[in-house]
């Protein structure tokens, strides 16, 4: 069955430090990732995605993420935190072989709080 | 850019009547969905379309429907209004399957 798994609800970070939300996926086919941050109150806003090529992908506010095949992981990561990043965070895959490669799985997100 | 507009922000309804949602979107997406987001549950998706004239269930239907008359409008109805349906509703639209969501900043709704 097609998945999204994100094993944390909460992650706690001080601010300075790097910090990492988890992400892993279920797919039969090759798959587009996605990371989306959701602000109080506000709809969800894109960050990056992975669709092909360099297993690093760069992304707005000095966010990345790694594409790790082997793991079937999208883990987010940024070097140095910040109070502002504080969020909620949803891991997101479309399954390219799916009969309805509209559907996008979802994660049941992450809340990452950046403690001052 | 307005991008994508959700209207009303807030609404409270008591359980029977009915309501609609508007979506508009002035980016020239073809593909444009309802989710409903509840607390621990995620992004459930409602409907969806993949163009002007179309739409599809999704994985919560039941309760709800849509209508795409125009590209750039999707409206979500609520024909007799039941608590469980209490919940935040986002709109999004997409260009294409590669490419992201874009969100609306959602609509609070209240069944009592």
């Known amino acids: 069955a097609q998945s999204v798994a994100q094993p944390e609800d909460q992650v706690n970070v001080a601010e300075g430090n790097p910090l990492t939300v988890k992400c892993t996926y279920s797919v039969s086919g090759n798959p587009y990732l996605f990371w989306y941050v959701q602000y109080p109150n506000r709809g969800l806003q894109f960050l990056l995605k992975?669709?092909?090529?360099d297993n690093l992908v760069k992304g707005s506010y000095g966010f990345e993420a790694e594409f790790n095949k082997s793991q079937t992981s999208f883990h987010l990561k940024k070097p140095s935190a910040l109070v502002s990043d504080s969020a909620l965070y949803f891991c997101a895959v479309r399954d390219l072989n799916a009969g309805n490669n509209r559907k996008l799985i979802w994660g049941l997100g992450t809340s990452l709080a950046v403690n001052p | 850019n307005a991008g994508v507009t959700q209207t009303p922000k807030f609404r409270v309804l008591k359980t029977g009547q009915s309501m609609t949602l508007l979506c508009a979107q002035d980016?020239?997406?073809?593909?444009m969905y309802w989710y409903r987001q509840d607390p621990g549950m995620g992004l459930r998706l409602i409907h969806y379309s993949v163009g002007e004239g179309t739409t599809a269930k999704g994985e919560v239907p039941d309760g709800y429907n849509v209508s795409r008359l125009k590209k750039q409008n999707f409206l979500l109805g609520l024909e007799s209004a039941a608590p469980s349906q209490t919940s935040v509703y986002f709109c999004?639209?997409?260009?294409?399957?590669?490419?992201?969501?874009?969100f609306g900043n959602g609509t609070r709704l209240t069944v009592t």
């Open positions: 980016m020239n997406h073809e593909y």
């Open positions: 992975y669709i092909t090529g």
């Open positions: 999004a639209s997409e260009s294409s399957y590669n490419s992201p969501l874009h």
